[in-house]
T-cell receptor
Framework: ELKVEQNPLFLSMQEGKNYTIYCNYS?????LYWYRQDPGKSLESLFV?????AVKQEGRLMASLDTKARLSTLHITAAVHDLSATYFC?????????????FGTGTSLTVIP | GAGVSQSPRYKVAKRGQDVALRCDPI?????LFWYQQALGQGPEFLTY????????KSGLPSDRFFAERPEGSVSTLKIQRTQQEDSAVYLC?????????????FGAGSRLTVL
């Protein structure tokens, strides 16, 4: 069974600081996604990573994928309060007959002014 | 429509009642997914449709759960004889193929509370 683990589960950081969220998964896949979820809201797509070594950046967030290590990272640079949310990684295990995304446990980020 | 629409947004059911949750995906999106999200957890896969064909229902937790998409557009997730452990947010997502990737667009979800 595929396992997708994120750490930390909870993160409290001050504005202006940098931090990295890690997503480890237990089987081979070269497609990984990052989503953001605000309280009581649905999930919003942030990044799509489709190959080993892929790096995407949007504002203060940067995501990378190392398929050999089965690891993706979401790096936060100079955090601001607006980034407070829960972040999920999802591994794409789409196949010929099935189409499944396995989500991580989520990282709840709180940015403190 | 502009996004994935789900209804009802909130549903309270007494244990043993049947419920039906509706999903209206983005027009033209072939793929449709249902996920269950318990409080404080990540979404867990329930089932997947490609047009009207249900290609994967391996995530449905029991035979009380049933999903359909008869015309390849709107989908309904039905839960029979609800139990307290069914309480969760049920998320629907549709997707299109973008350069080999499935980019999921989620609806706002239907929050089910079983008393």
């Amino acid at each position: 069974e595929l396992k997708v683990e994120q750490n930390p589960l909870f993160l409290s950081m001050q504005e202006g600081k940098n931090y990295t969220i890690y997503c480890n998964y237990s089987t081979t896949s070269d497609r990984l996604y990052w989503y953001r979820q605000d309280p009581g809201k649905s999930l919003e797509s942030l990044f799509v990573l489709l190959s080993n070594g892929a790096v995407k950046q949007e504002g203060r967030l940067m995501a990378s994928l190392d398929t050999k290590a089965r690891l993706s990272t979401l790096h936060i640079t100079a955090a601001v309060h607006d980034l407070s949310a829960t972040y999920f990684c999802a591994v794409d295990m789409s196949g010929d007959t099935g189409n499944q995304f396995y989500f991580g446990t989520g990282t709840s980020l709180t940015v403190i002014p | 429509g502009a996004g994935v629409s789900q209804s009802p947004r909130y549903k309270v059911a007494k244990r043993g009642q049947d419920v039906a949750l509706r999903c209206d995906p983005i027009s033209g999106h072939v793929s449709l997914f249902w996920y269950q999200q318990a409080l404080g957890q990540g979404p867990e896969f329930l089932t997947y449709f490609q047009n009207e064909a249900q290609l994967d229902k391996s995530g449905l937790p029991s035979d009380r759960f049933f999903a359909e998409r008869p015309e390849g557009s709107v989908s309904t997730l039905k839960i029979q004889r609800t139990q307290q452990e069914d309480s969760a947010v049920y998320l629907c997502a549709s997707s299109f193929d973008e350069s080999g990737a499935n980019v999921l667009t989620f609806g706002a979800g239907s929050r089910l509370t079983v008393l």
